[in-house]
């Protein structure tokens, strides 16, 4: 089994900083692609970044240039650094991870989630 866990979230005023951090840990045997996902009140998941094992990034076009994905792999982590927010950054922010793990002498890819956490950008 693999879990992610998430943490950084919380309350931050309009034009301040925040950083997301998500740790992969279980039966990994390799990480793909990692990426952010985010779900505001009454709104669908979107994409946020995404980041691949080689370090080629993508972005929302909402957060381009304020919002900054990278990955650890030694330590099976991703961060996102999240600049010059705005309320309409505020939502439960959720990290992927594409993982294949290696069990009982076999290959398994599965994407798994975490738990989700808060980032509310407000005055």
């Known amino acids: 089994q693999v879990q992610l866990v998430e943490s950084g979230g919380g309350l931050e005023q309009p034009g301040g900083s925040l950083r997301l951090s998500c740790a992969a840990s279980?039966?990994?045997?390799?990480?793909?692609?990692m990426g952010w996902y985010r779900q505001a009140p009454g709104k669908q998941r979107e994409l946020v970044a995404h980041?691949?094992?080689?370090?080629?990034?993508n972005y929302a076009d909402s957060v381009k240039g304020r919002f900054t994905i990278s990955r650890d792999n030694a330590k099976n982590t991703v961060y996102l650094q999240m600049n010059s927010l705005k309320p309409e950054d505020t939502a439960v922010y959720y990290c992927?991870?594409?993982?294949?793990?290696?069990?009982?002498?076999?290959?398994?890819?599965?994407?798994?989630w975490g738990q989700g956490t808060q980032v509310t950008v407000s005055s």
């Open positions: 992927n991870a594409d993982i294949d793990e290696k069990r009982n002498g076999l290959f398994y890819r599965r994407a798994y």
């Open positions: 279980g039966s990994i045997f390799s990480i793909n692609a």
């Open positions: 980041i691949l094992s080689g370090g080629l990034t």
